[in-house]
């Protein structure tokens, strides 16, 4: 059996001023191997955590990756211990709570303390040190021997019809290739859905898997996804925390043009003999990224009756070809 931990990026909104794409990644974890992936990223947590918490050292790349204001207020902030750091910024952080918050708006107030609480586990750690934890962690994935494999579905908003929800495109085109690599794989395994409770399209999720395996999947749809998606919290999941880390690492390749964290997942994407089969990126003709330029694998999708092929329920109607050439 293989899990899937699902997670998205971007904003699914047609407007780009927020995000030129929507991503959705999965990450297929062989329960045989759930264990040592576990074991792996606790470890990895165990050499950045403060005094050895692993618990409250939550992986999630946007919290990580980013420039934290106190640490540049700090003076020789680098050459501190790690403990030294903690207490500087939390020190700043109660001071600017007490002179600073009662003069702003109340909803400024609550994003301040949203950031502060997502990255209180990280405060200790130099943003070099936390570039380098989020480096580690991707590469902890794309070496893995066995057992793990990526699939994603990258939709570049400006080519997207429409009358294609960007969310819904992208979650079943994920199921889609999740089920064609069971139904290939040397094992004939089940899979199962797993998704951050968290998730700003969870609900839908779970509607949209229940309508693929209730439709005429004897045809060539999803018969190997069972049961409805889990729903985990990802302060407590280790696959929930890298599937964030990964769907990142691939939006901010293609929006950013940032190549080595993408790189060091790039091999795990589903590869068939023909071709690269995990991994699409939807956009304008003459893309030159890495995904576009390597040969892509063609897979006949059987219709089921008609109005029920899963990516008609998406909102495109005719079979897969090339899955750079677009809506089919």
Not at 17 to 32: C, D, K, P
Not at 289 to 305: G, T, V, Y
Request: aromatic letters at 10%; charged letters at 25%; one cysteine or more.
């Amino acid at each position: 059996m293989y899990l899937l931990y699902v997670d998205e990026s971007g904003v699914a909104d047609p407007s780009p001023s927020q995000t030129s794409h929507y991503v959705a990644l999965g990450l297929a974890v062989h329960v045989g191997t759930w264990f040592a992936l576990t074991r792996r990223v606790k470890q990895l947590k165990r050499l950045y955590a403060l005094e050895g918490d692993v618990e409250k050292l939550e992986l999630h790349a946007a919290w990580l990756c980013r420039p934290y204001w106190e640490q540049d207020q700090i003076p020789g902030f680098a050459d501190l211990s790690r403990k030294a750091r903690y207490d500087a910024v939390m020190a700043l952080r109660y001071e600017h709570q007490l002179r600073g918050w009662p003069h702003i708006p109340v909803k400024k107030v609550k994003a301040e303390k949203k950031d502060f609480r997502k990255t209180e586990p990280f405060v200790h750690l130099t943003l070099g040190e936390r570039r380098a934890l989020y480096l580690k962690a991707l590469s902890l994935i794309g070496e893995h021997r066995r057992g793990i494999t990526l699939f994603g579905e990258a939709l570049d908003k400006s080519a997207l019809p429409s009358s294609v929800h960007a969310a819904h495109e992208a979650f079943s085109r994920l199921i889609d290739r999740f089920e064609v690599f069971l139904k290939n794989h040397e094992e004939n395994p089940w899979g199962i859905v797993v998704v951050d409770r968290d998730e700003a399209h969870s609900s839908q999720y779970a509607e949209l898997l229940a309508r693929f395996q209730q439709r005429d999947h004897s045809q060539g749809g999803v018969d190997r996804v069972i049961e409805a998606p889990f729903f985990l919290d990802s302060r407590s999941n280790s696959g929930v925390q890298v599937a964030d880390l990964c769907v990142y690492a691939l939006r901010r390749y293609l929006e950013n043009g940032e190549e080595e964290p993408f790189r060091c997942i790039f091999s795990k994407f589903f590869r068939m003999p023909s071709g690269l089969c995990g991994l699409r990126h939807f956009t304008n003709p003459g893309c030159s990224c890495l995904i576009c330029a390597e040969p892509s694998a063609k897979i006949k999708r059987m219709r089921r009756r008609p109005g029920a092929h899963l990516s008609e329920i998406a909102g495109w109607t005719k079979e897969e070809g090339d899955p750079r050439e677009g809506p089919p």
